[in-house]
């Protein structure tokens, strides 16, 4: 065998096997950092936590959120007074997670699915909830933010109070 078809087949060899890939590279999961945003978002619900639970979001006038009661909340601004308001009578969250899953959309967006099963005191009475998510993300910089959040309980509460933010659609 000639000497430069050697080279070129022990070339080809390496390629295909792998070599020539830098030290302790590895294939990166593209879904690691979305499933940690989520998990940090999940983190803050459980410690009722506004501050926590509001940096998931891009902070944008086009956050959009449609809420458990069919109507949607637009604006980053508008979301934090109403988790700040709800959060105020929440205590003692337990959330349980099933179902997950990540999917990619491309290198900067994502979406997120689940269903949650949540109990938690709000003005003093205890809840049981249940329904699914869905959570789109966007590569913000390098986080990964919430740009749209779609929420169907199993069954609305129809006592719960309605802001008045959500009271349009």
């Not at 295909?16 to 979305?34: I, N, P």
């Not at 949650?116 to 789109?136: A, P, V």
């Not at 959040?149 to 008045?164: L, Q």
Request: proline fraction near 2%.
């Amino acid at each position: 065998m000639k000497r430069t078809a050697f080279i070129s087949l022990f070339i080809l060899t390496m390629v295909v096997a792998g070599f020539g890939q830098k030290a302790g590279a590895a294939k990166v999961d593209a879904s690691k950092g979305v499933r940690d945003a989520f998990d940090r978002l999940i983190d803050g619900i459980k410690q009722v936590d506004a501050e926590k639970v509001m940096a998931a979001y891009e902070k944008s006038d086009r956050l959009l959120i449609f809420n458990n009661n069919g109507t949607a909340t637009i604006g980053w601004e508008t979301v934090k007074t109403n988790v700040e308001n709800t959060y105020a009578k929440v205590s003692n969250v337990t959330m349980d997670i099933t179902g997950l899953r990540v999917e990619m959309m491309g290198k900067t967006n994502a979406y997120v699915s689940c269903k949650w099963r949540q109990s938690q005191e709000f003005d003093g009475k205890l809840e049981d909830s249940s329904g699914r998510m869905t959570l789109i993300y966007k590569l913000v910089g390098k986080d990964w933010k919430i740009t749209h959040r779609h929420t169907s309980p199993d069954k609305p509460d129809a006592t719960r109070p309605v802001f008045p933010s959500e009271r349009q659609n």
